[in-house]
């Protein structure tokens, strides 16, 4: 097996989603593969993974509204020293995904038509965030 | 590393699961590995996959009604356009998986003795979905 | 793509998490590799993984109540006949992960520095729980 690795860096503005897609894309680029697996993980508890829709943007703003209900600050939380948002961002976290495998076909990241990558900021401020993106073919 | 990927399609009939472990088995069987990387991909973001237990059915039936209790179609979600069964769908696929991956060993996928691979279709009316098994070795 | 794959048995005690990432590290180890994939796979449908913050313990706490909360006992689970502890075992599993990939970068798993890898006992009592894990590189 070849393996190709990177850490790519994504700065985020706060709670909401980053299309990581094309910055994905670009390491399968410098892979220089046909067939391979596309391995993407965070390195972070509070900032989380998912394969989601890419056409309405409303979609996305459902399913924060959504993940927050579920996981919302006002619940007294025991860990609190980070902050509210902390926890809930922890929580929201383990229900998402912290990798993602994808497969790759000619060179393409074979995502359905309605699919991107995105990273998913679940605290209130934004952050630096590392994803290790390993291309293995 | 050899790479053998198929795409393979299952026929949904609306909500609930599917389960695909013997295409994906057959894809193994063909990919002729000994000791391998099983990834199992879905193209869509409104129906997702779940490794569950394959003895009893109504753990799926309970699985099925708690997630949407999670995740109502009563909600005031603000895309509808597709109707009320999609935002919900999308929401219940990203509380779930888009890739999963299982150990090969021996020529067979190494799932638990209660373990079975399942498309969960989360749409009310059936639907044709795209997996992409790969099998790396 | 050489592939070095081993079962790690843990003995759990209970609701709560068990830190894996030694156990996980020490099969890196014996894989003798640089740069690779590490797949853990859960072989289980009522115990799961997650990987998660390894400095607060109470981070776990709260993650254990709210998941408990999201998917209590109390609720009129179809499925009864193995106690009423073991259907919400299969709900919270199925919203966590039952494989996980971890890059591996000069030897180690490239986990963030408040990154740990946990099994997640769900059911009420201790048991036996079997990882299967693969380093593909």
Redesign the interface.
């Known amino acids: 097996?070849?393996?190709h690795?990177e850490v790519v860096e994504v700065r985020t503005t706060g709670p909401g989603f980053v299309d990581v897609t094309r910055k994905v894309q670009a390491v399968v680029d410098r892979a220089n593969v046909k067939?391979?697996?596309c391995?993407v993980?965070?390195?972070?508890?509070s900032a989380s993974l998912?394969?989601?829709?890419n056409a309405?943007p409303?979609?996305l703003?459902?399913?924060g509204k959504?993940?927050s209900d579920?996981?919302p600050e006002a619940?007294p939380?025991?860990?609190d020293?980070e902050g509210p948002d902390d926890?809930p961002s922890?929580?929201r976290?383990?229900?998402?995904?912290?990798?993602?495998?994808?497969?790759v076909?000619d060179g393409r990241l074979?995502?359905?038509?309605?699919?991107a990558i995105y990273l998913w900021e679940h605290r209130r401020q934004g952050h630096g965030r590392?994803l290790?993106v390993?291309v293995?073919?």
């Not at 993980?41 to 508890?45: D, E, G, K, L, Y």
């Not at 998912?50 to 829709?53: M, P, R, S």
């Open positions: 097996m070849a393996i690795q067939n391979a697996l391995v993980f965070v390195q972070h508890t998912l394969v989601q829709e309405d409303a979609v703003r459902d399913l959504w993940l579920l996981a619940r939380w025991e860990h020293a926890m922890h929580a976290s383990a229900v998402t995904r912290t990798s993602e495998t994808i497969p076909v074979a995502l359905g038509t309605w699919q590392r290790v390993s293995a073919s």
